[in-house]
Each structure stands twice: as structure tokens, then as C-alpha cells.
């Protein structure tokens, strides 16, 4: 059983061991997004892309929260309990949660309900279009049959169901009005982490009758209610939103919180670096243009104030189109047969060195960022302190190196190359292939990335196999380019949403409606080379098997290595980065919200600032 109380003591005494600033703290924060990074829904349930749920987390209050160190904590829950070891969950919510509109006036009582609410809503497939359901699916008695129930009801029909025939199949339920209860598929553990995802947040039924279903699908920041610290009160597209601190927030004497938090849209990398020594912004974070300059310069105004960042919670990797289509509309035959072959595939695995790409990053220390996993590392950890991450890298035989790109293999990628070269040719494909990439037209950091990427694949692998074929998006990456299946490559981050391998492995398996990478990006389920389907299919099983492991982490982790390898070892997924940057701020990173998993780690709470930047000096003491 888990009680707040001990939390709370813990969490009391860790800030009690942070050193605070001597200088004034900041009262209204000023942060920035690159416009490559707008939002694309303020629909909370819906949105599984971190450019949303960033600024949405900070509008909806979870029934649980992480503190700087990670620590699960209360929320909306003030407390939580199992009786039967981990298959029964009981959160308590505390009694004076409200929902407000952006303007801050009062809309409703936030009760117990609207945990039941939400969950319907994510689980109602003509509701919420399969999106999110993977984890309630996966650890909720009756969640997967509610979900089958509606996708075969007519459209219409689902979306008029409330929470009846919702009760009558889960195992949700409130044994009274701030009394929320989930009972698991088996004895789970880590069901609490998922308490502090967007699969679990409220949602209120006053505002679905007010606004409708297809009203809230289409939610902006003026119809959206909130109940978390902030409230949306200004949102221009592509310029800048302002944060608001919520009046009503019912943890407003206990946490910290600014007066608004206003994040300007921009350009570029560079463009934000100008603002921020303009006075503007509160951090940055470098581009490698300006780190080499502070860096080299010991005399340099910035020099003493260089931070090397905490690593985010996003692994990225280099996600293949197994479906990709020309400009109009018909299959790309070239770049789908190539990337069909598994040679072709590994040649890119083993041959590509992403040195000077993570250079990009980290111009000081680029092999900080490597990274040959696809699951992110600190997500889950065994009974004998092992990351799960090293038990896939002790699968694949491979450890990081201090001096080169650990996984890269001249000799295997010269053979994988070779192999493929003879095969697609004899398939009658004009080589080399062109690996079709989408930036935004407007990015000039996008731009100098993307050739810094074209130039180490002809580096390591020359030009008569593949080469990159750069192209441009106006706004939107999923309507322009993601929807008509433009690419044949995505580099993106993928973190994870609770404490658990299953994040990251079930997002691309074959066959499954909730397999996000799978159904969004790759498009394996469109394939249609036999070899290829059947590793995709193994890939899966090795991955159904692990997840019905629910009686012994430890197995469970082993099983999930297994299969994690295995789509290593076949480049199904090719892993590639970490985020390690290098900025200058005004905000102690050890004194906000940090998780490995879950969006808590974007809430602008409890930050310690000031208005003088930081220096190395008082990270050391923020570190220690």
C-alpha cells in the first residue's frame, strides 16, 4: 500500500537539500518553442504527440504527479491504495477540484466522474479514434471489449453513449463522489504510473453536453475547460501562448507556480538565441553555432554560464515507411521494395555513424546523445538494479564507447550493402534509392540538420545505394506530408507514458489498431512483402508474449529485451539519438518536475529560478 503522507515527507525533505537562488526568482517565464513544434489539437485525450500534451499538461490536473527526482506524488489524488496487491486500485481525490474556462470563471464541481468520463471517451472509438488505448486496453478489465464494442457500433450510435453501457462492461467504478476505483487484468504493478498520463485525465460530461463530442474534438483553447495549475488565455497560431495561473487550482498554496508562462513561437534556433541575449527569453538552448562560440571563448559573457542539460525522456530513432506513395497517389515501388530487404535495412543499422548528426545536439560532447536502444533508459529498472535498456543492449552484444559511435560496423554494413546492391537490382530497382525526408520550409536549423544527415549518408555509405531526397512542408507535418504518406523516413522521439517497456514496443507491432508508429507512420500493416510481415509478426508475438507477463517484472523485462532485440537485429527500427543539450538559463533543472516516462515532466510547477542566469558553479550544488 502507498500512502501520500510518506510521499509528501519525502518530497519535503528533498527540497530541503536544494539550494536556493539568492537573486529575485521570476514571476512571469518566458520559454519558446521552435514553430516546427506548434500544436496540432487541444483535444487532451486525443493527442499522443508531445508538441500537444507539453502545453496540456499544465491544464489538466492527473490523479497523480512525479517530484524532482522522479517519485510518484499526490495530485488530484491525495492518496492511493491497493488491497489485494497491485489488481485493485483506489485513488481518494481531494474535494475542492474545480473546472474553470480560459478566462478562469467557474464551470464545475471536478468530482470523481469525470475520471470515468474521460476513460470512456478515450475507450469509444468513434470518440476518440483508437487513440490512447493501448495502456487502458492492455491493463483494465473490460477496457478492450467497451473498446471492440463501439468500433463496430454505428458512428452516430457511439458517440451518443454515456457512461451506462460504459459501467455495466469496465471495471471502473466511484464508491462515492471523489472515490475512484480500477480493477487490473492481473496484479500490475506500475498502474500507478499510468495515473499520471492523459489515458487517465478528467474529463467533465457538463462540457461534452455543452460543446458536444465533435465539439470537443475540434476544442480550442476558449472551449476547453481546465482544472490543472494553468489556464490557455492567449494562443496565437505559429506566434506565441500565454499560460495563465489558475486562480482556482486547488494546489495553489502548496505548490509553486508562476504568475503566466509565455512561449513564443520561432523560426529558428538562432532566432531564439537573439531573443534570449535580447532579454526576451529565460532560457535556451544552444545551437551548435553559438555553443562553439561561448565555449571557445573563455572571455565570452556567456562562458561561465554553459549548462550541459539533464538527458530528456525521449528516444529517438529513425522510423521507416514501409508504405510510402509518390505525389500522386501511387505506391513509391523503389523505396518500398528497398526498404522491404533486410539488407538494405542493415546496411543503414550498421553503417551509418550519427556523430556529427548528434554534433547538432552537442557540439561538445556528441556521444552523449547515442543511443542503440528503442526504448528510452530509466523507464523501468529490475530487482537487481539493472536498466532495462542494458539487458536489450546485452541481447544485441553492445555497449557505449567513449571515442566512436558504438554500433557502427564498417565490414557488416560494406556486406549488408553489397547483398542489397545484387538484390534490388536483380528486382529491376534503379539505384541509388531516394529516401524522401520532410523539414519545414521555414527552419533554417531543419535545413543545416538535414544536410549534415545527406552528407553522412554519403559519407558512410557512398552514393550508389541510397541517398537523401530533402524535401519541404509549409505548417502541418501530419496533413501535408504523414497523411499522404510522403516520407520514407521520420526521425522522431518517442517517450514513455508509464513505467514500463510496453510504451515503446507497442507502438509498433503488426496488426493492431492502438500500435501508434504502426497505424501513423511506418504503415507495416499496408505491406505487402511476405519476409517482411513475417519478422514484423514474430517481432509481435515475441512482444504479446512478454506483455502476458504480469506475475514477475523481472521475466517480464527479460522477455521484452528479447523481443526488443530482435527488432534491432533485423532494423525494423533504426535507434539514433538522445536529447543532451547545452544551454544558458534561469531555471534550476533539479528543482522541477522530472520522469522518465508520463508528460508531468512539462508542468511549470515548483521551478526554482532567478532572474541572473545560472553559472556551472550552481549546477555542481544542484547536481550534488
Known amino acids: 500500500m502507498k500512502k501520500a503522507l510518506s510521499l509528501v515527507l519525502a518530497l519535503v525533505m528533498l527540497l530541503a537539500c536544494v539550494p536556493f537562488a539568492s537573486a529575485d526568482e521570476i514571476k512571469n517565464f518566458k520559454d519558446y518553442q521552435t514553430q516546427a513544434n506548434e500544436m496540432e489539437t487541444f483535444c487532451y485525450h486525443y493527442s499522443q504527440a508531445a508538441v500537444d500534451l507539453n502545453v496540456l499538461s499544465n491544464c489538466y490536473e492527473h490523479l497523480l504527479t512525479n ?152 476544442a480550442d483553447y476558449t472551449t476547453m475547460w481546465y482544472n490543472g495549475p494553468y489556464t490557455i488565455t492567449t494562443y496565437i497560431y505559429q506566434n506565441e501562448k ?74 529517438y530513432q529513425i522510423h521507416l515507411v514501409y508504405d510510402k506513395k509518390m505525389e500522386d497517389g501511387t505506391p513509391d515501388v523503389a523505396w518500398n521494395t528497398a526498404v522491404a530487404n533486410e539488407n538494405f535495412r542493415l546496411a543503414l543499422y550498421y553503417g551509418l555513424d550519427a ?47 567513449n571515442d566512436h559511435f558504438a554500433r557502427l560496423d564498417a565490414e557488416k554494413a560494406a556486406a549488408y550493402k553489397a547483398a542489397a546492391i545484387e538484390e534490388l537490382t536483380a528486382a529491376g530497382i534503379e539505384l541509388p534509392i531516394k529516401m524522401a525526408y520532410y523539414i519545414s520550409g521555414s527552419s533554417t536549423t531543419a535545413k543545416e540538420t538535414a544536410d549534415v544527415f545527406a552528407n553522412l549518408i554519403k559519407t558512410c555509405l557512398g552514393d550508389d545505394l541510397v541517398v537523401l531526397d530533402t524535401k519541404t512542408y509549409v505548417s502541418k507535418l501530419n496533413t501535408e506530408v504523414r497523411d499522404p504518406q510522403l516520407a520514407s523516413i521520420y526521425i522522431n522521439g518517442w517517450g514513455a507514458d508509464f513505467a514500463d517497456p510496453i510504451n515503446f514496443l507497442g507502438q509498433e507491432t503488426y496488426g493492431e489498431d492502438n500500435a501508434y508508429y504502426s497505424q501513423s507512420y511506418s504503415k507495416i500493416n499496408n505491406a505487402t512483402d511476405e519476409k517482411l510481415i513475417a519478422t514484423y509478426k514474430e517481432f509481435t508475438r515475441l512482444v504479446n508474449e512478454a506483455k502476458a507477463i504480469t506475475d514477475d517484472l523481472d521475466a517480464r523485462y527479460a522477455a521484452f529485451a528479447v523481443a526488443e532485440a530482435y527488432m534491432l537485429e533485423h532494423a525494423l527500427v533504426i535507434p539514433w539519438s538522445y536529447s543532451v543539450v547545452w544551454e544558458l538559463t534561469k531555471v534550476n533543472n533539479y528543482s522541477k518536475v522530472y520522469s522518465a516516462y508520463g508528460n508531468q515532466s512539462e508542468r511549470y510547477v515548483n521551478y526554482e529560478t532567478s532572474t541572473e542566469l545560472y553559472t556551472a558553479e550552481d549546477y555542481k550544488a544542484f547536481v550534488k
Open 67 to 218: 517530484d524532482a527526482a522522479g517519485a510518484l506524488i499526490p495530485a488530484a489524488a491525495k492518496e492511493w491504495s491497493t488491497p489485494d496487491g497491485g489488481q485493485t486500485w483506489i485513488f481518494k481525490l481531494n474535494e475542492d477540484i474545480v473546472w474553470v474556462d480560459y478566462t478562469g470563471e467557474y464551470m464545475a464541481d471536478c468530482t470523481a466522474e469525470d475520471w470515468l468520463t474521460g476513460l470512456e471517451w478515450v475507450l469509444n472509438f468513434a470518440k476518440n479514434k483508437a487513440a490512447n488505448t493501448s495502456m487502458p486496453m492492455e491493463m483494465i478489465k473490460g477496457a478492450a471489449e467497451y473498446y471492440n464494442y463501439t468500433k463496430e457500433l454505428p458512428e452516430e450510435e457511439a458517440k451518443a453513449l454515456g457512461l451506462d453501457k460504459f459501467l455495466e462492461m469496465v471495471a471502473v467504478s466511484c464508491p462515492d463522489q471523489y472515490t475512484i476505483q480500477y480493477e487490473c487484468v492481473d496484479k500490475l504493478a506500475y498502474f500507478p504510473s499510468v495515473a499520471t498520463y492523459n489515458c487517465l485525465a478528467p474529463l467533465s460530461a457538463e462540457l461534452i453536453d455543452e460543446i458536444g463530442v465533435d465539439g470537443y474534438f475540434g
Open 242 to 315: 500565454v499560460l495563465t495561473k489558475n486562480a482556482s487550482y486547488h494546489a495553489i498554496d502548496e505548490v509553486k507556480l508562476f504568475d503566466t508562462v509565455t512561449v513564443k513561437m520561432v523560426e529558428s534556433s538562432d532566432v531564439a538565441y537573439e531573443m534570449f541575449d535580447a532579454g526576451e527569453l529565460d532560457y535556451i538552448e544552444l545551437p551548435a553555432s553559438k555553443l562553439n562560440t561561448i565555449y571557445n571563448d573563455p572571455n565570452h559573457k556567456y562562458h561561465n554560464n554553459l549548462i550541459e542539460a539533464r538527458p530528456t525522456k525521449y528516444s
Open 355 to 401: 556523430t556529427n548528426y548528434l554534433a547538432r545536439t552537442n557540439d561538445i560532447n556528441p556521444l552523449s546523445c547515442q543511443n542503440f536502444c528503442y526504448t528510452a533508459n530509466a523507464v523501468s529498472v529490475n530487482s537487481a538494479g539493472v536498466d532495462y535498456t542494458q539487458l536489450v543492449r546485452d541481447n544485441l552484444g553492445l555497449q557505449y564507447a
